[in-house]
């Protein structure tokens, strides 16, 4: 069973709009959730977290959004930019269990056209 | 600062053969993990290094997978026999991790990519 899913495999924007990302996960014990952008023949690049005591994290262009009685975060991309066409995976991590380790969404694929 | 380096980059190989693959990690990051992604799925953890202990290798199908870590630095995942099934990207990943403190951030190498023919 999935831990973390992202139910969307692709997503096409037009530049300078807004991208919305989302991630649902079903373990109540996540406490630290990130995002990992990837683009292709590279491994994934870290773009941006949140702990799960806050709701919100913003970087830039970047925000996530985190909805713990939902179990769902989102990422907001504003404004969008062509290079901004990668995988976006979504990550999530039990800190506090007896694995720490981070489990990945299948990931989804954004395409920004100008 | 030098990133995550993984050798080779892509590795084609027929079935029965053996493979290695190795890991550089960032200077300094004492935890460093070994990940297989398939196509269209998200990694998929194989080994977790906490320095030279592996402290999950759950995952690790350790009838044909092998993986060492020497001197809490380099690592190699080894394959042997490779099956038709293993064709995957082999990512190799290191943080630094401290106790007490926020998980540290994984920096990915740029993938091994492995065809088994």
């Known amino acids: 069973d999935q831990q973390v899913k992202q139910n969307s495999p692709s997503l096409s924007v037009q530049e300078g709009r807004i991208s919305i990302l989302n991630c649902d996960y079903t373990?109540?014990?996540?406490?630290?959730f990130l995002w990992y952008k990837k683009y292709p023949a590279e491994g994934p690049t870290f773009l941006i977290s949140?702990?799960?005591?806050?709701d919100k994290n913003e970087d830039g262009r970047f925000t996530v959004f985190l909805n713990k009685s939902a179990k769902h975060l989102s990422l907001h991309i504003v404004p969008s930019q062509p290079g901004d066409s990668a995988v976006y995976f979504c990550?999530?991590?039990?800190?506090?269990?007896?694995?720490?380790?981070?489990?990945f969404g299948k990931g989804t694929k954004l395409s920004v056209k100008p | 600062e030098a990133g995550v380096v993984q050798s080779p980059r892509y590795k084609i190989i027929e079935k029965k053969q053996p493979v290695a693959f190795w890991c550089n990690p960032i200077s300094g990051h004492n935890t460093l993990y070994w990940y297989l992604q398939n196509l269209g799925q998200g990694p998929e953890l194989l080994i977790r290094?906490?320095?030279?202990?592996?402290?999950?290798d759950s995952q690790l199908p350790k009838d044909r997978f092998s993986a060492e870590r020497l001197k809490g630095v380099d690592s190699t995942l080894k394959i042997q026999p490779a099956e038709l099934g293993d064709s995957a990207v082999y990512l190799c990943?290191?943080?630094?991790?401290?106790?007490?403190?926020?998980?540290?951030?994984?920096?990915f190498g740029e993938g091994s990519r492995l065809t088994v023919l």
């Open positions: 990550a999530a991590r039990d800190y506090g269990g007896s694995q720490g380790n981070l489990i």
């Open positions: 290094y906490e320095n030279e202990e592996a402290v999950d």
């Open positions: 373990n109540s014990m996540f406490d630290y």
């Open positions: 949140i702990s799960s005591i806050k």
């Open positions: 990943a290191s943080s630094l991790e401290r106790t007490g403190g926020l998980p540290g951030e994984l920096f």
